[in-house]
């Protein structure tokens, strides 16, 4: 059974850094293309970045040039470096991978938390 476990949430100063990361439990990392969504209180769940099987990579406006996506394939992991964090980026952080036609593989969520 494919399973993707999320990790390294936690309360932090604004202007400070996460890393998150995603361990799958098969190959779904190098085979389908992954990504981090967030969910905010009262809002409706976001898409912040996406990496393909080739490494090619997207960010919502809301993360470019503070999140960076990266993979590591022999660990069969997805990584989400936050850099220069805001009281805005609180939120609930969900990796996800597509498995098959109308399907989505999720994480269980990792909290982040944003301190003024």
């Known amino acids: 059974q494919v399973q993707l476990v999320e990790s390294g949430g936690g309360l932090v100063q604004a202007g400070g850094s996460l890393r998150l990361s995603c361990a799958a439990s098969?190959?779904?990392?190098?085979?389908?293309?992954m990504g981090w969504y967030r969910q905010a209180p009262g809002k409706q769940r976001e898409w912040v970045a996406t990496?393909?099987?080739?490494?090619?990579?997207n960010y919502a406006d809301s993360v470019k040039g503070r999140f960076t996506i990266s993979r590591d394939n022999a660990k069969n992991t997805v990584y989400l470096q936050m850099n220069s964090l805001k009281p805005e980026d609180t939120a609930v952080y969900y990796c996800?991978?597509?498995?098959?036609?109308?399907?989505?593989?999720w994480g269980q969520g990792t909290q982040v938390t944003v301190s003024s």
């Open positions: 098969a190959i779904i990392v190098r085979i389908r293309p």
């Open positions: 990496i393909t099987t080739g490494g090619n990579t």
């Open positions: 996800n991978a597509p498995v098959g036609a109308n399907h989505d593989l």
